[in-house]
């Protein structure tokens, strides 16, 4: 099993109603919901810097460099299809 960490998260009435029914909606804990959340903002947090990076290496390439390929390839061998 992993190690955990617990913590107490505030939230305004209104953020944790509508947590709890996104929650119950799709059948899983308020946790799982944050756990969820969290995870997806990270990825997103990735792919986008890889896309920076990859952007960063066009234009020091020059306009004739195609990227997608190598963004592609990245994404991949991080496993985050």
């Known amino acids: 099993m992993n190690a955990a960490k617990t913590l107490t998260l505030r939230l305004p009435l209104g953020v944790y109603e509508r947590a709890n029914r996104l929650a ?11 756990q969820d959340g969290l995870q997806l903002l990270d990825s997103q947090d990735r792919e986008r810097c890889l896309f920076d990076d990859f952007s960063a290496i066009a234009e020091a390439l020059g306009d004739d460099s195609s990227i997608d390929f190598a963004f ?10």
């Open 24 to 34: 119950t909606s799709r059948g899983q804990s308020l946790n799982r919901l944050f």
């Open 72 to 81: 592609a390839a990245q994404t991949e061998t991080l496993g985050e299809s």
